[in-house]
């Protein structure tokens, strides 16, 4: 396996790569069941995967987890050792923002990164754009392979490419979830046991809403009111619960289409939790 740390590093190796096609595993580390599934996505498009792992401090807001986030980098190249995985970039802060985050040219989509998460996090998906957008021009890979957890984040990701005229194509993985719905997230092993327990009713609530609007309920200030309420109810401060357009994240109408994805997220104690639901009716 090559752990290759600078981004000089990493375009002198993928020289002699690129002709048998690479495939792009963006992630933050602390690797679990739903990155590797990822990994394993990317591998049946491409003989050659590169799994990059980086803690980006652009995508964190004050306050938020960036010096606690779980950094496991060795366990982590264990993982991907096992799966055939040959190449992993781990790059330092410095290397990819060699003149400070502050100052460092950044990419927005703007509209969708205004909505849901972008309401309580403002820099969060100028950060996620910006990296990505690094790995993207660094790796130039032929496909990237996101995970379904953070809907909003692939929807985004998607509109960046096609602005951008970016040759990659964008794939999204479905959530790998845990035995009682819980969708997995490196950030669950912040929860205690008690949390832990009462987390699965984020995804319960979802298909309570689900189950609602497959039984003809079209009011939409009411499934959403009824969701948060009903997160309340099980201890959780929710943020949003929004029903949205599959492909642009405007509110959903009810009454014209036949597909809706409803979007949540809501803090557990202080954990930070998101998921979501696509529904046909």
């Known amino acids: 396996m090559n752990i290759i740390h600078t981004h000089a590093d990493l375009r002198q ?3 002699s790569l690129r002709t048998q096609g690479i495939a ?65 970039f781990a790059p330092t802060v410095q290397d990819l923002y060699p003149n400070g985050e502050e100052s460092s040219t950044t990419v927005q989509v ?13 820099t969060h998906f100028v950060g996620v754009t910006t990296i990505v957008c690094k790995l993207f021009n660094l790796v130039q890979p032929d496909h990237a392979v996101f995970g379904c957890k953070d809907y909003q984040q692939l929807t985004i990701i998607k509109q960046m490419v096609a602005d951008l005229f970016l040759p990659v194509t964008v794939l999204g993985v479905p959530i790998v979830r845990e035995a009682d719905g819980l969708a997995l997230s490196s950030r669950n092993q912040y929860l205690t046991a008690e949390q832990r327990a009462s987390a699965p009713q984020l ?14 309920e079209r009011s939409v200030a009411s499934l959403e009111q009824f969701a948060h309420d009903r997160l309340k ?17 405007t509110p959903a109408e009810l009454a014209r289409s ?22 046909s009716f």
């Not at 109810?233 to 994240?249: A, E, K, R, S, T």
């Open 13 to 15: 190796h993928l020289a």
């Open 233 to 249: 109810q099980q201890g959780f401060v929710p943020d949003y619960v929004n029903i949205c357009d599959p492909i642009n994240l």
């Open 24 to 88: 792009l595993v963006p992630t933050m580390g602390n690797l679990h069941e739903g990155h590797l599934t990822l990994v394993r996505t990317a591998q049946q498009y491409a003989k050659q995967v590169v799994v990059s792992i980086f803690v980006n401090p652009l995508q964190f807001g004050v306050g938020e987890d960036y010096e606690r986030y779980p950094r496991t980098l060795e366990a982590d190249c264990e993982q991907l050792k096992a799966l055939g995985v040959q190449t992993v």
């Open 203 to 216: 995804y319960q609530s979802l298909q309570a809403v689900a189950e609602r609007i497959q039984q003809g």
């Open 110 to 122: 703007p509209k969708l990164g205004e909505l849901l998460c972008g309401r309580s996090r403002p």
């Open 258 to 279: 036949n597909r809706a994805v409803i979007l949540a997220a809501a803090k557990l104690g202080q954990t930070r939790l998101i998921d979501n639901l696509m529904v």
